[in-house]
């Protein structure tokens, strides 16, 4: 089982100043490599009068870039993914744009205000952890339909309004390890006439912060 991560929704953006050098950070989602690539594009376009665009991203599957953008080597880009893996984010791109601003900050200086900046712009990020787990459906008789439904949100176990036949059938998604106690506690409440299918692979879904 592989430990949960995190996403953004919305882009989020912040900034610092230190010795005169402004420093503004903005962090949005990005779906791939391209997406990524355009949003970088994208920050450079509109901060085309500044000094420096350095960037950083990390996608699903472990792929990840950074870019120091005429900084030092390693005093901008590289510190900035760091802050990324660090919060466990996926599938996230960050650019943090300097507007020098005559003074130099050295090479320390230099890493701590583009992961200062890049941390201030987080700070109003909305997260939600992606968890590795079950899929699946459950059917229950319209009388235990109620109970499942707040077990389920007692559970934290994600899943749709159902589908209303002669039974309910309700699609769900759970966690690795909430699997277990979720199957012994529907069948206590419906007597074990309630029916759970768990899908063979695991999914991935999303458990609000």
């Given amino acids: 089982m592989n430990d949960p991560y995190f996403i953004i929704k919305d882009t989020v953006e912040g900034q610092i100043v230190v010795k005169k050098s402004r420093f503004i950070a903005t962090v949005a989602p990005v ?4 997406k990524a690539m355009e949003f970088i594009s994208s920050m450079k376009k509109k901060y085309h009068d500044a000094r420096h665009n350095c960037s950083a991203y990390i996608l699903g599957g472990g792929l990840s870039h950074s870019s120091d953008d ?4 390693g005093t901008a880009g590289r510190p900035m993914l760091d802050v990324l893996s660090g919060e466990r984010l996926c599938d996230v ?12 900050l050295g090479t320390g200086g230099l890493v701590r205000a583009y992961q200062g900046a890049l941390l201030e712009a987080l700070k109003g990020a909305e997260k939600y952890e992606i968890v590795h787990g079950f899929t699946g459906e459950l059917e229950c008789s319209y009388n235990d339909y109620g109970k499942i439904s707040n077990l389920m949100k007692d559970m934290g176990v994600s899943g749709d309004d159902g589908e209303f036949g002669a039974n309910v059938k309700m699609p769900f998604n759970i966690p690795f390890d909430l699997k277990d106690a979720f199957e012994k506690k529907v069948t ?8 759970i299918k768990f899908s063979k692979e695991a999914g991935f879904f999303e458990r609000r912060l």
């Avoid at 005429?70 to 080597?73: D, K, L």
């Fill in 31 to 34: 779906a791939d490599n391209e």
């Fill in 70 to 73: 005429g900084e030092p080597s």
């Fill in 93 to 104: 791109c960050a650019v943090v744009t300097r507007y020098f601003g005559g003074v130099l």
């Fill in 188 to 195: 206590d409440i419906s007597n074990g006439s309630a029916r």
